[in-house]
Every structure is written in structure tokens, then in C-alpha cells.
T-cell receptor, first 113, second 110 residues
């Protein structure tokens, strides 16, 4: 009922393989964001989107790419996964400029072995 | 750049009042937000301050002073379920980007 879902919820992958995480929303919100969360680092912005095909880099974008071909879907791709990308990944959406608050997805726990 | 600082841990007793501080450095921002996150869960939005002063939402209040580069979250009548991590976040541009602090873990004891 939250209007935002992430898939998969858990994934284990091998170093060097590509991985794509999906964020899907049913709220028709313009803004979408990908964050990673690691102990001691809080939430760090990877990439964000302010419209279809409009994306930009965040604080920790190296090794990641994104695509947004439809309003409802925002994909995060790890081109060649590394162990340092083991993390919990959260997608978030906001209706306006984010000032009124994000709605976060439930997260994807990714382990790179 | 932008940075935020919060205490890493705070402990308080059930029924008490606790204040979680957040200091920041930035050249400009749109507002200060607060989020709550329980273990294993997703962050949830609590409060937002666009202007200086106090915003109240039930047991939670948030305060912002732009001149002091400082804000806080005040939790009253603490309950065990308030044990969680709390993050302050700066709204950095009209694209809605939020830059988060590292979070404060609040432990509420009986």
C-alpha cells in the first residue's frame, strides 16, 4: 500500500557480475532516488532522477548507472559488482522537491562474494 | 560541500524527554528533515523545517536555527517503540536531493 516496491529484496552475487535492482512506484511521483546504507555511513545518495530520462549523480555514483524510461520505474545497475558494493540499497520517491518527505522502499540487501 | 553531525548514540528512560541534536555545514539549503528507522526497516519521514522555529507533530517536535546551523528533534513521553535510529537530512536543491547525517541510535530503557 506504500506505493513503492523494490526487487529483489535479497540478492547474493559474485564479484564481476552485473546486477540490476528495480524500484517501482505507483504514486506517479516525479522524483526518485537511490541510496545505499552502510554501518557508520548513514544513507548516501548514489543517483537520482527528476523525470523520465532525467538523471544525475549523487555522492557515491562510481560503479553505478541508472535508467528511467518510465515514470514508475527507476533501475540501478552495478556494471561489475565488487565486494565494496555489498550494502543495503534503498529507493525513495517524492512528489515535489523532497521537502515534504521521502517515501522509502523496503530496501534490497545485496551481498557480493 | 555539505555535512551534518549527530551524536552516534543516546539513551533515555521510558516516559522521559530526549533531544537529538544536528549541526550542519552548507552554503545553502531548502530545509532540514528528520527520519526514523527501526532495525531492519526503511526510514520513515518524521518532520520538516523550512523556516526557523519549532514544528510540532504529536509527541515529536523539530527545531531549526539557520543562524546557528543547528537543529534538533525532541521526543516527549518516550515509549519503548521509539528505540530506533534517527537521521537529520538537508534538502540541498530544487531537485529534492537529501543529504543525510550518519544517524543517532536512541535506546529507550524501562
Amino acid at each position: 500500500d506504500a506505493g513503492i516496491t523494490q526487487s529483489p529484496r535479497h540478492k547474493v552475487t559474485e564479484t564481476g557480475t552485473p546486477v540490476t535492482l528495480r524500484c517501482h512506484q505507483t504514486e506517479n511521483h516525479r522524483y526518485m532516488y537511490w541510496y545505499r546504507q552502510d554501518p557508520g555511513h548513514g544513507l548516501r545518495l548514489i543517483h537520482y532522477s527528476y523525470g523520465v530520462k532525467d538523471t544525475d549523480k549523487g555522492e557515491v555514483s562510481d560503479g553505478y548507472s541508472v535508467s528511467r524510461s518510465k515514470t514508475e520505474d527507476f533501475l540501478l545497475t552495478l556494471e561489475s559488482a565488487t565486494s565494496s558494493q555489498t550494502s543495503v540499497y534503498f529507493c525513495a520517491i517524492s512528489e515535489s522537491s523532497g521537502a515534504e518527505g521521502y517515501t522509502f522502499g523496503s530496501g534490497t540487501r545485496l551481498t557480493v562474494v | 560541500g555539505q555535512s551534518l553531525e549527530q551524536p552516534s548514540e543516546v539513551t533515555a528512560v521510558e516516559g522521559a524527554i530526549v533531544q537529538i541534536n544536528c549541526t550542519y555545514q552548507t552554503s545553502g539549503f531548502y530545509g532540514l528533515s528528520w527520519y526514523q528507522q527501526h532495525d531492519g526497516g526503511a526510514p520513515t519521514f518524521l518532520s520538516y523545517n523550512a523556516l526557523d522555529g519549532l514544528e510540532e507533530t504529536g509527541r515529536f517536535s523539530s527545531f531549526l536555527s539557520r543562524s546557528d546551523s543547528y537543529g534538533y528533534l525532541l521526543l516527549q513521553e518516550l515509549q519503548m517503540k521509539d528505540s530506533a535510529s534517527y537521521f537529520c537530512a538537508l534538502g540541498s536543491s530544487n531537485t529534492g536531493k537529501l543529504i543525510f547525517g550518519q544517524g543517532t541510535t536512541l535506546q529507550v530503557k524501562p
